[in-house]
């Protein structure tokens, strides 16, 4: 593994061992796979589809508690890393706002004087490089180390080892079992925070909802987009699972829009314009609610499966799709993927979120700060 020591930076930013992609689309977009889990899709074929999924989804959830149990009861092997592990995760497939929540931590880091460094799986990268979400944290945390390797363990080693971090944020790490952690945060949509009551494929489960009781801390993401007395109705039902963990709400705003040149301009660019917006993110409905605070109008809309790899030939279609268009406008992980200004003449933007805590922000600094006091300062 060759690090890449970035300008302005005194240690190497990032170590990856490939992963693959086939970046094939899937029979259903992430929209339709939900209307069809959730129920929203009727008719027959609906029906079918759904008892063919439930039936499939038995084997899955069984290995889920399996696996878990292996782990509770000390038959499988935990790791440690020599150094604290804070873990971000979620319950449910799909984007719920982790990389925002990454960033806010590595921030808050960062202000202590700790070395941070981020480690994850790296799905979705192409052989010999990085996906989408690291390439977003670089641009977002030049900074902050991040090592990508499908084995964890060995790269929460270089981190600590090699890098000399003092600190990993494991991302996406909540069903990665093997490393240890110190604190384990997992992050809830709004939208579907119990992933429609079924594990994949069923629904949008990663694993049974009992796996809550491993949470330190779990954060409800876009919380603004319900009302307080449906955010407590979800309190209510995660602290059945999970009663000794803290609550965190949190809404996702949109600070600027950025494009490939790394220029940031004012929202109200966007403000009455005709906006042509896609994605490629594992929950799109949060992007277009996002897109419904800037007071512009969507004239077209399209999805890409998550972590899809832009090819010559959607930059072709999107060009020609988005001609009508004032301005494309797309997610930060998809722009760090594209890198172009413009498609087909007209600007492309994308949205930077950020999160502001709705509730509970001091419930993830006390846990953040226990850790951060008995970090090794050499």
């Known amino acids: ?12 930013t ?25 129920g929203r899709r009727t008719g027959v074929k609906a029906v079918a589809l759904r008892t063919a999924l439930r039936i499939a989804e038995v084997p899955y959830a069984l290995a889920m508690r399996y696996r878990n149990r ?38 808050k880091l960062r202000e202590s004087q700790i070395r941070v460094a ?6 979705g990268a192409r052989a010999g490089g990085y996906n989408d979400e690291a390439l977003e944290l670089e641009l977002a945390l030049p900074g902050v180390p991040h090592v990508q390797d499908p084995d964890r363990v060995a790269a929460a080693r270089v981190a600590a ?22 604190l384990d945060i997992v992050l809830l949509d709004a939208t579907e925070p119990f992933g429609f009551d079924h594990v994949f494929p069923r629904g949008t489960l990663r694993e049974p909802l009992a796996g809550l009781a491993r949470a330190d ?26 009663p000794q963990a803290g609550w965190c709400e949190v809404e996702h705003r949109v600070a600027a829009l950025l494009n490939s040149a790394g220029q940031h301009v004012d929202l109200s660019v966007l403000a009455d314009k005709r906006v042509a917006a896609f994605c490629g993110i594992g929950n ?4 277009r609610y996002t897109l419904a605070t800037l007071g512009c109008e969507i004239i077209a809309w399209r999805e890409f499966p998550d972590h899809h790899n832009y090819t010559r030939a959607d930059v072709a279609s999107l060009s020609e799709w988005g001609q009508n268009a004032d301005a494309i406008v797309c997610t930060r992980k998809d722009l760090v993927k594209l890198r172009v200004p413009t498609l ?17 922000q001091s419930a993830i600094e006390n846990e953040l700060q226990k850790i951060i006091t008995n970090v090794d300062a050499d």
Request: charged share 25%.
């Open 161 to 182: 080892e090699e890098l000399q971090m003092q600190l990993i944020l494991l991302d996406d790490g909540f069903q990665h079992r093997r490393l240890k952690r110190d």
């Open 14 to 38: 990032k170590v990856s061992r490939s992963c693959s992609n086939s970046g094939e689309n899937p029979l259903l977009s992430p929209s339709e796979f939900r209307d069809l889990v959730s």
């Open 70 to 107: 292996r782990y509770a009861r000390g038959k499988a092997k935990i790791h440690d890393a020599g150094v604290p592990v804070v873990s971000v995760g979620n319950l449910t497939l799909g984007g719920t706002g982790k990389t925002p929540l990454v960033e806010w931590l590595a921030h």
């Open 344 to 360: 087909g003449g007209v600007a492309l933007w994308a949205v930077e979120v950020e999160i502001g805590f709705v509730k509970g």
């Open 118 to 123: 981020i480690v994850s799986r790296g799905y």
């Open 217 to 242: 801390v779990i954060v409800l993401s876009r919380a603004d987009m319900l009302d307080s007395s449906e955010r407590e109705k979800i309190h209510a039902r995660v602290t059945k699972f999970a």
């Open 284 to 287: 799109p409905a949060g992007f």
């Open 1 to 12: 593994m060759q690090p890449i020591i970035p300008e302005n930076a005194a240690h190497p």
